[in-house]
């Protein structure tokens, strides 16, 4: 086992509609299922992971606005135990989009997420954070890089980006140079799969072909199922156990491991 601490990944690509939310929800419960208390922390002022859990983001009281803006907030008063077991949240609500602006002249503002983390050793209770980050190279988005150990990138395979994946990967390599030294690629997740077209047997077949190693042999097919599964505010492995998003996201879990553990 390699795994001695708590493992942080930061799923991001700027993109929206990559399935990176659907990730973060679906990824975070079969981890939990696997016996690892798991927090997923929604750093998406859109609110979509804290929604696909079934939580009100507009009726909460605390959110990562107030970890991140209001230093007498710690993530203690602002983490949410979900219905599912081994799985918690730190929720996001619409409050958060203005956060950039209030922290744009703080000294360390590129910490702020590692710092609340570390504080009182909070992070330590959990074998696995993962965050969700919002569709943009933001600074939001840095935050999270500067605290997670591994980047996990979704992209969709109906359609390739390369020159926004270039600028993604830019920005990583910044955050490591100067932030954050320990920060690796966990590896490039092909998402919304439809094998029954050429096109994205192509695409596919190029992200492969690009990014060799970088590549995950997971891939997450379209499925419908994934759709109402974050609708009805319930991961995969709830709504439907034996779907084929399920069996997805448990071999993506599974491949994981085999890197971190």
């Known amino acids: 086992m390699k795994q001695k601490r708590t ?16 990730t973060a929800i679906n990824l975070s419960a079969c981890i939990a299922e696997k016996e690892r208390k798991v927090l997923l922390i929604d750093l998406d002022p ?14 909460l009281e605390k959110s990562m606005y107030e970890v991140l803006v209001k230093p007498a907030v710690g993530f203690r008063e602002a983490v949410i135990s979900t219905p599912f077991s081994n799985l918690d949240i730190a929720p996001s609500s619409l409050s958060l989009s203005g956060a950039e602006i209030e922290l744009v002249n703080i000294i360390g503002r ?14 330590e209770q959990y074998q696995y954070v993962l965050i969700d980050c919002p569709p943009a190279l933001s600074l939001l988005t840095v935050n999270a890089f500067t605290s997670a150990d591994y980047v ?12 926004g994946m270039k600028q993604l990967l830019n920005t990583i390599e910044i955050v490591k140079s100067r932030l954050n030294h320990h920060l690796e690629i966990l590896g490039i997740l092909p998402a919304l799969f439809d094998k029954r077209t050429n096109i994205g047997k192509e695409i596919l077949e190029g992200i492969r072909e690009y990014f ?22 319930r991961p995969i492995t709830v709504y439907d156990r034996k779907s084929t998003g399920a069996k997805d996201y ?12």
Do not use: W
Not at 212 to 233: D, R
């Open 152 to 163: 996990l990138i979704p992209v969709q395979t109906h359609y390739f980006p390369l020159e």
């Open 110 to 123: 590129e910490n702020l997420l590692k710092d609340s983390l570390c504080s009182g050793n909070f992070a």
């Open 46 to 59: 859109q609110a979509h992971a804290t929604v696909g859990l079934g939580i009100e983001s507009h009726k």
């Open 250 to 261: 448990r071999d993506l879990c599974g491949e994981i491991f085999n890197i971190v553990e």
């Open 7 to 22: 493992t942080i990944i930061a799923i991001a690509n700027q993109k929206g509609g990559c399935g990176k939310t659907t």
């Open 212 to 233: 060799k190693n970088k590549v995950f042999n997971s891939v997450i097919n379209m499925n419908v199922t994934l759709v109402e599964a974050s609708s009805a505010g």
